[in-house]
């Protein structure tokens, strides 16, 4: 599957952002997505994913993000509320169709990678 994140921009403090990630492919509705981002210097870390219906996020951005799909319209999304600047950083979907539980996490369970979305939040 090829995907296609947008939705990036700069913002303030305190502001919102929805971030997309648009696959190709009729079997999209059975991949694991996720979201990872990496801010300057840092690696590349885990921010949500959504497998099997279920969810899961990093600890700080439970309550302010949400993972969501829409496989109708072979779309996943971010929907980042109440950011901070240090949710600045470059933002990649991934997807893959046989990622385990105990990989969601991680950037070695998914084989597909779009090609990141800019996100800066001022503080």
């Known amino acids: 599957v090829q995907l296609q994140a947008s939705g990036g921009g700069l913002v303030q403090a305190g502001d919102s952002l929805r971030l997309s990630c648009a696959a190709s492919?009729?079997?999209?509705?059975?991949?694991?997505v996720a979201w990872f981002r990496q801010a300057p210097g840092k690696e590349r870390e885990f921010v949500a994913a959504?497998?099997?219906?279920?969810?899961y996020y990093q600890d700080s951005v439970k309550g302010r993000f949400t993972i969501s799909r829409d496989n109708a319209k072979n779309t996943a999304y971010l929907q980042m509320n109440n950011l901070n600047s240090e949710d600045t950083g470059v933002y990649y979907c991934?997807?893959?169709?046989?990622?385990?539980?105990?990989?969601?996490?991680?950037?070695?369970?998914?084989?597909?990678w779009g090609q990141g979305t800019q996100v800066t939040v001022s503080s």
């Open positions: 991934a997807a893959d169709a046989t990622t385990i539980l105990s990989s969601v996490r991680d950037i070695r369970g998914y084989r597909s």
């Open positions: 492919g009729r079997t999209f509705r059975s991949y694991v």
């Open positions: 959504i497998r099997q219906g279920h969810t």
